[in-house]
């Protein structure tokens, strides 16, 4: 009985593997008589093709890709157009904003000078530009100056020389007259300024400065780390009008005797050391017997009606101190 079971089964499995062949071929064969054409979706006079779903959304997504460069585009354009007026702008502020010419000499007594020089370095290159430092000192046995000033990132000329001193004064007094020769010598055309290494300033002061004309003076605060009071020197003014100086008490003070001005009290327009019909000189900065530093103070004092008092507020405002340590 068990084995006449079997022989059903097998049996049935075969007619049923017989009928679903059977009905694949004759699927088959009446599918290749079909017409072979594309459906279409007719709408009035309109035909579409409809899309496979991938190439619809590779489509949608290049599309969309595009609008999405062309409105990131147009604020570049935009801002790209707008560099050009900005630049622009930036260049007209920088023409109308003068040059200043900061002097700084270096004595070889100073110990300090490194610390000090780096200090002010600090300061100046807070000052909007433009700017040029000029910094003057005996021929180095190292190179601790240049390399400061490298890494200043301020508009230098690092100039020196030969000479030997025994006196602080006439070392320094040269010193400048070197940095008056090199201004005329390449024309630099700017407001100089004498800058000690002990100066401290208020960054206010450098746009102070740039509005001199012809010569600008402004009170400076002495201090002393070893006193405890502060002297004030400096012109004394009426609004922008200089009428008078405050100087330090000296015994025999004469008429002839010249006035002891602060060498960081006042500034000057560089044009007075190559032009010399305009300003009265007889000869040019470059005539080396000519001690132009003390051309520079005598003008200083002598023309008042071109001097300018700084700030403008009548002068009553410190914007500079000397710091002697």
């Known amino acids: 009985m068990g084995s006449l079971d079997r022989s059903k089964k097998k049996v049935h499995l075969w ?40 190439a619809f959304h590779q489509e949608k997504t ?58 002010l370095a600090s300061t100046l290159k807070l000052v909007a530009q433009p700017l ?73 002061f450098f746009e102070e400065i740039r509005a001199v004309e012809g010569f600008g003076a402004w009170p400076i605060a002495k201090l002393s780390a070893n006193r405890k009071k502060v002297v004030i020197e400096g012109p004394v003014c009426d609004s922008s009008e200089v009428v008078g100086w405050h100087l330090k008490k000296m015994n025999n003070v004469t008429d002839a005797t010249p006035l002891p001005l602060h060498i ?19 000869s040019s900065v470059q005539d080396s017997s000519q001690n132009s530093i003390g051309f520079v103070r005598k003008e200083v004092l002598e023309e008042e009606a071109k001097l300018k008092g700084i700030p403008t507020e009548g002068c009553s405002k410190v914007l500079l101190w000397d710091l002697k340590m």
């Open 132 to 204: 040029l430092w000029i910094v003057v000192e005996q021929q180095p046995e190292d190179s601790e100056v240049s390399e400061t000033l490298r890494r200043s990132g301020i508009m230098y000329r690092h100039v020196v020389f030969k000479e030997n001193f025994t006196d602080t004064t006439s070392e320094m007094d040269f010193q400048r007259n070197v940095a008056l020769n090199h201004i005329e010598h390449h024309r630099l055309t700017g407001i100089v300024h004498f800058a000690g290494l002990s100066n401290v300033y208020d960054l206010a």
């Open 15 to 54: 007619k049923k593997a017989a009928v679903h062949f059977l009905l694949c071929f004759m699927m088959g064969f009446f599918t290749g008589f079909a017409p072979n054409r594309k459906t279409s979706i007719s709408s009035g006079n309109a035909t579409m093709s409809p899309q496979p779903v991938e």
């Open 264 to 282: 960081s009290s006042f500034a000057f327009n560089s044009s007075i050391l190559w032009d010399p019909e305009r300003w009265g000189r007889t």
């Open 62 to 119: 290049r599309n969309f890709n595009i609008s999405l460069l062309v409105e990131a585009a147009e604020p570049a354009e935009e801002e790209q157009n707008n560099n050009p007026q900005q630049e622009k702008e930036e260049t007209e502020e920088l023409d109308i904003r003068r040059l200043v010419i900061v002097i700084t000499p270096m004595s070889t007594r100073n110990k300090l000078r490194g610390p000090l020089l780096r200090r």
